[in-house]
């Protein structure tokens, strides 16, 4: 019993080290393609490596991709739902797409709210207003997107 729970316990720390591993590589292959990488991160406070390992690819290759088009393609698009005149439902964002960026975009916001001022105020201001805590976060994940958006151009037409 006892050795089954220390082979167990160093297989999850080879499979750590494997993770870790590979999430280095990943970042330094990235970084290699997108050179604009380190200067995102240090510009826009409550991003990690592994957001803008998720984020810049979808970026990069939207060429032709408004900030707009972006947001709808991760699903923090807004949604209504109305059926002819007496059927009205909440508005939601649409949470069709790629849900691995929603959900590192959901972590980052939490932290950027903490630390990055600007969007520590817009959310305060939503609550202020009136907004529920969810509608405040996720507008914060969209601006967050819109940030990393507009600054990986603005780097990229500057070189």
Not at 61 to 77: E, F, M, P, R, V
Not at 81 to 101: D, H, L, Q
């Amino acid at each position: 019993d006892e050795n089954l729970e220390k082979e167990l316990e160093e297989t999850e720390n080879k499979i750590n080290d494997i993770k870790e591993k590979i999430l280095n590589k990943a970042i330094k292959a990235i970084k290699e393609d997108i050179p604009q990488f380190d200067e995102i991160k240090k510009e826009i406070k409550g991003l990690g490596d592994y957001t803008l390992l998720v984020l810049l690819p979808i970026i990069a290759t939207s060429k032709n991709k408004t900030a707009k088009d972006i947001q709808s393609y991760i699903g923090l698009n807004p949604v209504r739902y109305e059926s002819g005149s007496s059927v009205y439902k909440r508005p939601k964002i649409s949470k069709k797409g790629n849900s691995v960026a929603r959900k590192v975009l959901y972590l980052s916001s939490m932290v950027a709210i903490r630390y990055n001022e600007i969007i520590k105020e817009k959310y305060e201001r939503l609550i202020k207003n009136g907004k529920k805590k969810r509608v405040a976060l996720t507008a914060c994940m969209a601006h967050l997107l819109r940030a990393i958006y507009y600054k990986y151009h603005q780097l990229t037409l500057a070189t």
